[in-house]
């Protein structure tokens, strides 16, 4: 019995050292997703690094609480505009090299930063709630310019950007078409399958308090953001998703879910050796052409 004391005492410190870890890294990602630093210091990379004219821009968020700035990039002679909406705790710069494909295709871009990131306004982030909201403003920014009003309008999203591409594209029939890479099915969902990445058998509780926390902050409850709710009304438009094979911090099921509940055409590319950022080597050049002929194709 006595040999026994120290082990299970060292087991009773570990247990208790783990459960401080999970709770730590709970109030962590619940304070930093809806509390995100700003990237100091300006933007490293413009749209002039691949030749571009640009504009910078602002505009107010749909919901009227904080404006927006960006970048509009216009093409000469355009087959279309195409907005551009990042993932969470990023800013445009994200996306410019998709931009970059669009632009040398004939398209004209609209890349701008979500609330409380990048320049744009706010100090409160909510995972694609409000968001929703700054890429409808967007839209209305795009309606009001008499050089943009008769370009058909798509839009482009990565990981929180594509599920705000949907929820947006959903309840606005002025987008044309939706392409997302990596976009997630609902919030909750998207909670979990992180917490499954980074606390293994602990992810129920990490995500249940991470849930609990944000709750404090997110002017809603995090299952109330769920875009494979909404997806079927983009239909009759077409929907094009891409998502890594080996995406391990959005599951492709989230993929295969949305595709299925959207019913329309476009079509589901999972991307072989690409995980949620990276799109693999041999098939980056290929996803890139991918969605620029969706575009090319659908766009009138």
């Given at each position: ?128 709630y409000l968001e929703t909201q700054d890429f409808l403003g ?29 929820t947006g594209a959903a309840r606005d029939q002025r987008v ?125």
């Amino acid at each position: 019995m006595t040999f026994l004391m120290p082990a299970m005492l060292a087991l009773a410190v570990a247990a208790c050292g783990y459960l401080l870890w999970v709770v730590a890294g709970a109030v962590l990602i619940a304070w930093a997703t809806t509390h995100p630093v700003r990237k100091p210091g300006g933007f490293d990379t413009t749209p002039a690094s691949f030749g571009a004219e640009y504009e910078p821009v602002t505009f107010p968020s749909a919901a009227g609480d904080v404006r927006i700035s960006g970048w509009l990039i216009p093409c000469a002679s355009p087959r279309g505009l195409i907005v551009l909406c990042h993932g969470m705790l990023a800013n445009r710069m994200e996306l410019l090299p998709w931009a970059e494909s669009f632009y040398k295709a004939g398209f004209s871009t609209l890349v701008f930063d979500f609330r409380a990131l990048g320049e744009s306004e706010g100090l409160l982030a909510t995972a694609g709630y409000l968001e929703t909201q700054d890429f409808l403003g967007a839209l209305d920014f795009i309606s009001n310019r008499s050089d943009l009003t008769n370009l058909p309008i798509g839009v482009f999203g990565f990981s929180m950007g594509g599920s705000v591409a949907i929820t947006g594209a959903a309840r606005d029939q002025r987008v044309k078409a939706v392409a997302t890479h990596g976009a997630f099915a609902t919030l909750d969902r998207a909670i979990m399958q992180r917490c499954r990445k980074h606390f293994g058998l602990m992810a129920r509780p990490a995500a249940w308090s991470i849930r609990g926390l944000a709750a404090y902050w997110m002017p809603v409850h995090s299952r109330e953001f769920a875009p494979i709710a909404e997806a079927a009304n983009i239909a009759p438009r077409p929907f094009l998703i891409l998502h890594g094979s080996e995406d391990s911090i959005i599951l492709p099921k989230d993929a295969h879910d949305l595709h299925a509940a959207a019913g329309t055409e476009g079509g589901l590319h999972i991307l072989p050796d690409s995980g949620h950022r990276r799109i693999g080597d041999a098939h980056r050049d290929n996803a890139f052409e991918t969605v620029v002929s969706f575009f090319t194709k659908y766009l009138p």
